[in-house]
């Protein structure tokens, strides 16, 4: 039995509070690197870590005054702090202290999105191996194209929110950078050990080269990440709508206890968490793109694109991890009725295997062509008539003088369609195994 996975919101990590700490944590080590380098008092530096804290509501009051939140942060720093707060940003521009202090915030996000990932991943695998065998129909362009196992599909989800994780883990790396070097980032008030001092300690990368702010390619990068892990979330949330469809009903979303499906029809039980995710997964590709409008500044530096930062930095993390947290939920619970999937296979009258038929008259040397037409002339009587596929070849004088009637049996047989599965299992989930052989063996 797969837990219900749950834990506390993203939120806390783009509160205030927690925003303003981690400016603090970028100040207070440049205070410790400058003290390495005897610019800052011992005694100094013990009072600042001691005193520095900060006040939310009066940085608020400060900064309708004077218009910059982090002088006004400064400030608010500065009135616990005392005499001492004037080793307190020396050396150092606004941005390097708001864009080290992002990368600490999107680095964390990063790491809980990872974590997401890693747990729908495990939902997914279980219900792959779950329904491994179950056979439903393929279907392209929504129509019935040939056999195939419910959990082929939950395979094929495995594999792209494998290569989610992958994207992610790049996509954190990009991200978790900072810069300490000055108002157009040529180190003239400061010097290159209080950077590295700085995001050693905060576990952050260098920007090799900086202006007044670190490049934001960095952060398209990381936001159109979240863009694809959530449209990842919408396809599969689109194929359970398909599914979930009356004339269709192979799946269906858990309909709990007490919850109503419409307003007016007492009947209705809609996919209302697949149709909120593509709805939200529509937010997140806006928020790329308003990631990637940032990457083009003034001279490589202005400050328009903070205040797209302000809205899409809490808002796209906050909502990837709802999305990834309900999918997980959704797939876990997900309702599966093998006997619709097989009354639907049915309804084609055995059209769907027109294809093995083709190619065994193009083994008995006809050419693919006169194959071609032979077999569709008959699966087009079936669409007219509604009579089985099968009857109408067996019909046929000229594919009959090709083919025994044991030859044509054998092309109505499931299991060369299945034959592969096993094969395609090994592949997807090699690494899975991998991991599961290395931790078991680590417990031993």
């Avoid at 990063?110 to 179950?134: F, N, P, Y």
């Avoid at 960095?218 to 979930?244: D, G, M, N, P, W």
């Avoid at 947290?325 to 997900?334: P, S």
């Avoid at 193009?362 to 007219?384: C, F, H, P, T």
Wanted: with cysteine; proline share 3%; hydrophobic share 40%.
């Amino acid at each position: 039995m797969i837990k219900r996975y749950t834990r506390p919101e993203m939120g806390s990590i783009w509160e205030p509070a927690n925003r303003f700490q981690s400016w603090l944590d970028v100040e207070i080590a440049a205070c410790e690197a400058w003290c390495e380098l005897g610019k800052i008092p011992k005694g100094a530096l013990k009072k600042i870590k001691q005193k520095a804290a900060f006040d939310i509501e009066r940085i608020d009051e400060i900064e309708l005054e004077v218009k910059h939140d982090v002088i006004a942060f400064l400030t608010s720093v500065a009135e616990h702090v005392g005499p001492e707060s004037r080793y307190i940003h020396m050396g150092l521009t606004s941005s390097d202290v708001l864009d080290t202090a992002l990368g600490l915030l999107l680095k964390e996000s990063a790491e809980l999105i990872i974590s997401d990932i890693e747990k729908l991943l495990e939902v997914i695998e279980v219900r792959a191996q779950e329904h491994k065998k179950t056979v439903m129909m393929g279907r392209s362009h929504g129509i019935h194209a040939e056999p195939m196992t419910f959990g082929l599909k939950m395979a094929l989800w495995y594999a792209e929110m494998e290569r989610n994780l992958e994207r992610m883990q790049k996509a954190k790396k990009a991200v978790a950078c900072g810069k300490l070097s000055g108002a157009v980032g040529t180190f003239s008030q400061t010097d290159p050990f209080i950077e590295k001092y700085v995001l050693k300690k905060l576990g952050l990368s260098v920007e090799p080269v900086a202006t007044q702010v670190v490049q934001r390619d960095r952060h398209a990068e990381y936001f159109s990440t979240l863009a694809i892990v959530a449209s990842s979330i919408e396809k599969f949330s689109v194929e359970i709508r398909h599914l979930q469809r009356t004339e269709v009903l192979e799946v269906e979303e858990p309909f709990t206890p007490g919850q109503k499906g419409s307003s007016a029809m007492p009947h209705k039980r809609n996919p209302v968490a697949s149709e909120n995710l593509t709805g939200c997964a529509r937010l997140v590709r806006g928020y790329a793109l308003s990631a990637m409008e940032n990457v083009a500044l003034w001279h490589e530096r202005d400050i328009s694109h903070s205040s797209v930062e302000r809205v899409i930095a809490p808002d796209a993390n906050i909502l990837v991890d709802y999305m990834l947290v309900r999918v997980t939920n959704l797939v876990r619970d997900l309702v599966v009725y093998p006997d619709n999937m097989k009354k639907n296979m049915e309804r084609l009258r055995g059209l769907v295997f027109s294809q093995k038929v083709m190619l065994a008259l193009v083994d008995k040397g006809i050419s693919r062509e006169e194959a071609y037409e032979l077999v569709q002339r008959n699966a087009m009587k079936v669409w007219e008539y509604d009579e089985d596929f099968k009857g109408f070849i067996t019909e046929d004088k000229r594919i009959m003088n090709l083919l025994t009637t044991k030859e044509v049996s054998a092309c109505f047989d499931l299991k060369p369609y299945l034959k592969r599965i096993d094969f395609i299992f090994r592949r997807v989930f090699k690494k899975s195994k991998k991991k599961k052989a290395t931790a078991t063996a680590k417990k031993k």
